[in-house]
Nanobody
Framework: LRCSCSSGGGLVQAGGSLRLSCAASERTFSTGYMGWFRQAPGKEREFVAAITWSGLSTYYADSVKGRFTISRDNAKNTVYLQMNSLKPEDTAHYSC???????????WGKGTLVTVSS
């Protein structure tokens, strides 16, 4: 998976927004579920969000529910993570993933660092 970070880069102030995007090969993208995981320094990796192939169903960690939105564009083989109302505790390395079941963990992108300053 190839993962890129859009919307000005990986540094944002608390309360701000950032959108991550991740482009995958058609084969990987058609696996089914797409998702995002994150890992903060010194902490375990955690699930953030996932979306079905159709895009009709989405799943979120409680810590991001209501603030983050996952979406996908199947024509572009791209998955997005819109992050609003960011908090310093959202600071982490974010990786996009693909898989045949929840949580999607069969394929992993390189990821990108998101830093939220207080």
């Amino acid at each position: 998976l190839r993962c890129s970070c859009s919307s000005g880069g990986g540094l944002v102030q608390a309360g701000g927004s950032l959108r991550l995007s991740c482009a995958a090969s058609e084969r990987t993208f058609s696996t089914g579920y797409m998702g995002w995981f994150r890992q903060a320094p010194g902490k375990e990796r955690e699930f953030v969000a996932a979306i079905t192939w159709s895009g009709l169903s989405t799943y979120y960690a409680d810590s991001v529910k209501g603030r983050f939105t996952i979406s996908r564009d199947n024509a572009k083989n791209t998955v997005y993570l819109q992050m609003n109302s960011l908090k310093p505790e959202d600071t982490a390395h974010y990786s996009c993933t693909a898989g045949r079941r929840l949580p999607p963990m069969d394929y992993w992108g390189k990821g990108t660092l998101v830093t939220v300053s207080s």
